[in-house]
DNA sequence: CACGATTTAGTTGTGCACAACTGAATCGTG
DNA sequence: CACGATTCAGTTGTGCACAACTAAATCGTG
């Protein structure tokens, strides 16, 4: 088999063209088609996925959700804040810790659930992936995200290269 | 086999909610091992994304750049400022059209793409996956993203649902 | 040729991602 | 208990994505 040793830099170059523009271009795609499907909703795609979290798990610590969707505060924060400007989601301090701040969804953000329910199997369908596909899709990326977030930087550096 | 219709609204979220994050999660988890493999260079990943186009296909206009990537006037502008201001890439209206402007590497990105050559390899085998499942990735991505472009927003609509 | 439609870059405004930082609360160890 | 280290949310600044818009050049049709 080919290994990755044989191949000229340049080739590289090339399928790296390749592969950063598809990956590139299928998330702005995705990204594209839920907007368009999470419009009538008043969501954004990253606010959508704080919204399944919270539909999911209940009320969260920022810290949680962050954890969940591998954000931050300085991502979550403005965001939550302009959940909450929307009436979908409250905040307040938690007594135990007052450093931590709890947040979940409020009537309106649980009737907004009822709404969101369409959303997913109309992306499905418009994928025509089936579901075994979907799902397959998942575990690759999920792999493939793991597997990324698991790299010593050092080993991108060009002495290790 | 089980078809789309046969599952329940609520399962439909919670596998949504399961690729939706992978996918988000892939695509920050692929951004921040490239952020860090360019970091020497002094790119971020769009900018080294269309210095790839250029390096490929010599001069480009903005809109040629546009085109390959997917991006439009108001992302590549200020992107292309910044890449000027670098030294790497220089833009002059072009004589035969004076709407267009011409943008092609400078001396100083030609000598970029030599330190650049190493990093595609450095991600690959970072990744861990061998150049026939790199290739069958970027496969599978282009068709999603290409099948996600092609969708009628109006099947994105509760209606249609 | 004239003039409305189109094309091309660019600007503005909103939202997200992330690094670097701040400040307050909490924890852990002496 | 005291005090330095850590945790947590939030802020600031930079850059990208995209919608909506502007201005100038070009095109196409009468």
Redesign the interface.
């Known amino acids: 088999?080919?290994?990755?040793d044989t191949?000229p830099?340049?080739d590289?170059?090339?399928?790296?063209?390749?592969?950063?523009?598809?990956?590139?271009?299928?998330?702005?795609?995705?990204n594209?088609?839920?907007r368009?499907?999470l419009k009538?909703l008043g969501l954004t795609?990253?606010q959508?996925?704080v919204m399944?979290?919270l539909?999911?798990h209940g009320e969260l610590p920022v810290k949680g959700i962050g954890e969940?969707?591998?954000l931050d505060s300085g991502t979550l924060s403005p965001l939550l804040k302009r959940l909450e400007a929307a009436g979908y989601v409250e905040r307040r301090r938690s007594a135990e810790d007052e450093r931590s701040v709890t947040v979940r969804a409020t009537g309106a953000g649980a009737e907004l659930?009822e709404r969101?329910?369409?959303?997913?199997?109309?992306?499905?369908?418009?994928?025509?992936?089936?579901?075994?596909e979907?799902?397959e899709?998942?575990?690759?990326?999920?792999a493939?995200?793991a597997?990324?977030?698991g790299?010593d930087?050092d080993?991108?550096?060009?002495s290790?290269?």
Do not use: K, N
Request: net charge positive; glycine share 6%; with cysteine.
């Open positions: 088999m080919e290994t990755l191949v830099d340049e590289f170059l090339r399928l790296d063209h390749q592969i950063c523009f598809s990956l590139h271009a299928a998330t702005r795609a995705f594209g088609v839920y368009e499907a009538e795609y990253p959508y996925l399944l979290v539909w999911e969940r969707l591998r659930r969101a329910l369409g959303v997913p199997r109309r992306i499905a369908a418009a994928t025509g992936l089936d579901l075994a979907i799902a899709l998942r575990d690759r990326l999920g493939l995200a597997r990324l977030d790299i930087p080993a991108l550096r060009p290790c290269g």
